[in-house]
């Protein structure tokens, strides 16, 4: 049995190419069976100078100072590097998630004092098994069930767990049979604390009637977390090509099968920070998300998001509120070489042909009017304008913001660039109105140019 449990241990530091790379490793040790068994197995491992014991005093129960000075005098006689930190600021409440934080920020400070890359902790497979029991219990988040890594990131190093797949009942065998000394925690017998109760009550129960659940939970929290891998390897590229500064492309997204698209739709909420969605809600959304649904729609996420479909894109705002009035709500006059934003991007300038072009921008369009009509204004558009088309006949602006895919969201933004009898000239960034010229254009006309540039141009 120590020998199986040996060949554990050093195969996961090959993994993490302790032996190749030389250097320090820390052990977080709580005097408890399991890592005082890890400690035991390491020392015939790897030589005492490259070990850091690291233990913290959490003061909570009468033994801890017992435990810790038994820690010390453990360490001096093997000539073992010991770190020891003291825990004395509890919190009234939350002290389970209080006191971990402060054992990985002192795994930390102490890879960071003796240059260690490896922090090894001493989870086996019966906190795996109860982990993956809790967190099943608690949500429907899939990624959740994953549980336990046996290695991730950590303080710029690795954090490793070698015996996660290894059962309590083993850990225990193997001390009682190599006479390692262990404390024993008398609070792991508190029924008030949640994880106690799943260890001491309900995975005991549930292992009745499966003998082997503990390792099966392990197994499935193993297989889960290689189909998440897996998942994300053939969706990042996908995801990717999907992606656009403006939000999510649907009519690529439409073209995958239902079930990827739910992956690819969680997956890119996800980046946008919308998580703790619903199954329900992500159908919900995968529903109106669909070719044949409205083209213009906003559906209410959870954490205060919303969701915005224009047409074939998908893009997700926080804070907002239903009815958020555009901010283009006013009138101005428009003065002449003067550059006005334009509410679909870029901006604009109007001025007399006669005057030398802007250095940047082109020319878009050119309107001979009555020196009367002028100045123009520019305003925001209403339902009732109307733009005259070439040939005879009108066109309503909501015709043209609809035919041209302008999300419903931006249609209140849109302007109007009108003359002093309010004629519609230029639906701004859109569409120009159709004007016949003059037969002759004398002193009572004014001819005009309207220049256009992107957001991108500079003068």
């Keep these: 049995m120590a020998t199986n449990l040996s060949k554990i241990i050093k195969r996961s530091l090959q993994r993490s190419r302790f032996f190749a ?5 820390v052990v977080a040790t709580s005097t408890g069976v399991d890592s005082m068994v890890l400690l035991t197995q390491l020392q015939a491992l790897v030589a005492p100078e490259r070990l850091v014991v690291a233990h913290v005093n959490h003061h909570l129960r009468a033994q801890s100072d017992r435990e810790a000075a038994f820690l010390r005098d453990y360490c001096a006689r093997r000539g073992l590097l010991l770190r020891v930190a003291d825990w004395q600021d509890h919190p009234h409440q939350g002290i389970e998630a209080a006191a971990r934080d402060f054992r990985y920020r002192f795994f930390a400070a102490v890879m960071k004092e003796t240059g260690a890359k490896i922090l090894l902790t001493a989870h086996h497979a019966n906190d795996q098994a109860e982990t993956v029991l809790m967190k099943l219990v608690r949500g429907g988040d899939l990624r959740q069930l994953v549980g336990l890594r046996e290695r991730r990131p950590f303080a710029g190093g690795e954090l490793v767990r070698p015996l996660l797949a290894v059962p309590k009942a083993q850990l225990v065998a193997n001390a009682r049979n190599g006479g390692v000394t262990w404390f024993e925690d008398a609070t792991n017998a508190d029924q008030s604390i949640t994880r106690n109760r799943y260890r001491n009550r309900y995975l005991p129960e549930l292992a009745a009637e499966n003998p082997r659940l503990v390792g099966d939970l392990g197994e499935l929290a193993a297989q889960l977390g290689d189909l998440l891998t897996a998942s994300d390897d053939l969706l990042a ?48 959304l995968q529903a109106r998300l669909a070719p044949d649904a409205k083209p213009n729609q906003v559906q209410e996420l959870a954490g205060g998001w919303r969701a915005i479909r224009a047409y074939e894109r998908l893009a997700v705002k926080k804070g907002e509120k239903k009815g958020r009035r555009s901010a283009f709500t006013g009138e101005s006059m428009v003065k002449f070489a003067h550059w006005y934003p334009v509410a679909a991007g870029g901006s604009f300038l109007v001025q007399p042909a006669a005057a030398p072009a802007p250095t940047t921008g082109q020319p878009v369009a050119t309107f001979v009017l009555p020196k009367t009509a002028l100045p123009l204004r520019i305003r925001p558009s209403q339902l009732s304008d109307r733009l005259r088309l070439k040939g005879g006949g009108w066109q309503p602006v909501r015709r043209v913001l609809i035919n041209q895919k302008v999300p419903a969201a931006e249609r209140p933004r ?24 003059p037969p002759v254009i004398d002193d009572k006309w004014q001819k005009i140019v309207v220049y256009l540039k992107g957001e991108d141009e500079r003068e």
């Design 237 to 284: 590229p996908l995801l990717t090509k999907l992606t656009t500064p403006t939000g999510l492309n649907l009519a690529g997204w439409w073209q995958q099968s239902p079930a990827t698209q739910r992956l690819l739709l969680r997956a890119w909420l996800a980046k946008q920070g919308v998580v703790d969605l619903s199954q329900a809600a992500l159908c919900q």
């Design 414 to 437: 849109a302007q109007l660039l009108v003359d002093q009898t309010d004629r519609p000239l230029w639906l701004v960034g859109y569409r120009f109105a159709w004007w016949e010229w």
């Design 21 to 25: 790379l030389g250097g320090k490793i």
